[in-house]
């Protein structure tokens, strides 16, 4: 390093400017962005430098599932992780268990797991004739090295949702064809599902849909129970 | 016609930590993980530098044997797209 370097940077930086560029190999500076709900999980797990490391960010949600709620990183997997999101009114809780997915090892970050929001009005279009979407959510997930892996033992996704009555058809999208699959009923107020590979669910109602539920104001508050040991 | 000079805009929250920094953009809902390198560039955009004395500095920094002046002009665009930096014409210094 040049004085001339160290003349350029403010005095109360040095320190650590030196430190960074002494103990690292030059490398192309890369900058990895995200947006904070994306990776608040991530960076209650203080795990983001981990993330942008591995070139990993959180995977992109399915076709008509366009927002992204929460993500959540598999770190240690002997550690089950529970993402647990407020949609306004709605909530959904989804739990990785133990050993499900891959963790953090040598080559980077543990499998990110995602909740994303369907659109309703864009599902209605992929629902049997004659029903009408009122809740869907999808969990996507990818590990460090972008793959895909199946779970190892189930993952379920449970939502809380006023608006679901006993009988709601629930449907999965097929991977490979696009179409839904019958994938069980709903229950009052709630609806459950099991699942290894990473889907996108819809509930529908046979017939017109019910009115909307008011949404309380202000953010929706995020709780996070990391699978964080450190 | 002179190069801008980028600088920091307001509004950040920088934080160090062992392997670069991390930066808080509370207006945009977004958070930015800086490598090392793109660690030193962002540190260098005081609206005192061109890009290209950046350059210079960054291979002085780590003695490279020529500056990386593809590389910054890269990350500059970057954070310059996100909104973390900003241009400051010359004649404004």
């Not at chain 1, 199946?150 to 991977?175: H, Q, R």
Request: hydrophobic residues 35%.
């Amino acid at each position: 390093m040049t004085d001339e370097f160290e003349k350029n940077v403010g005095s109360d930086r040095r320190t650590f400017i030196k430190r960074l560029v002494i103990t690292s190999a030059f490398a192309a500076p890369v900058v990895s962005s995200f947006t904070m709900t994306g990776v608040r999980a991530v960076l209650s797990q203080g795990s983001i430098t981990a993330l942008a490391n591995s070139n990993a960010t959180p995977p992109p949600g399915p076709p008509n599932y366009p927002e992204q709620l929460i993500c959540g990183q598999v770190r240690d997997p002997k550690v089950p992780l529970t993402l647990d999101v407020d949609d306004g009114p709605i909530h959904i809780k989804v739990v990785v268990p133990a050993d499900a997915l891959p963790g953090e090892g040598r080559v980077g970050a543990g499998t990110i797991v995602c909740i994303y929001k369907g659109d309703l009005e864009a599902l209605a279009a992929e629902v049997p004739s004659g029903e009408t979407p009122i809740s869907a959510y999808a969990v996507v997930w990818h590990a460090n090295n972008n793959s895909k892996p199946d779970a190892l033992s189930p993952i379920t996704m449970t939502v809380t949702n006023d608006v679901t009555e006993s009988g709601d058809p629930i449907y999965v999208f097929d991977k490979d064809t696009g179409d839904t699959v019958p994938a069980g009923t709903a229950g009052a107020t709630m609806w459950e599902v099991s699942f290894v590979e990473d889907p996108a669910y819809v509930v529908t109602r046979v017939g017109p849909a019910p009115p909307p539920e008011p949404t309380p104001p202000g953010p929706a508050p995020v709780r996070v129970e990391p699978d964080f040991t450190g | 016609m002179s190069e801008p000079r980028p600088t920091r805009v307001n509004g950040l929250e920088a934080h160090d930590v062992d392997d670069g920094i991390i930066v808080y953009q509370l207006v945009t809902n977004r958070v930015h993980y800086l490598n090392p390198s793109a660690a030193v560039v962002f540190e260098l955009c005081t609206g005192e530098h061109t890009p290209s004395e950046i350059a210079v500095l960054v291979g002085e920094a780590w003695e490279l044997p020529e500056p990386p002046h593809e590389e910054v002009a890269h990350v500059l665009a970057q954070l310059r797209d996100e909104g973390v930096i900003s241009d400051v014409p010359s004649h404004a210094r």
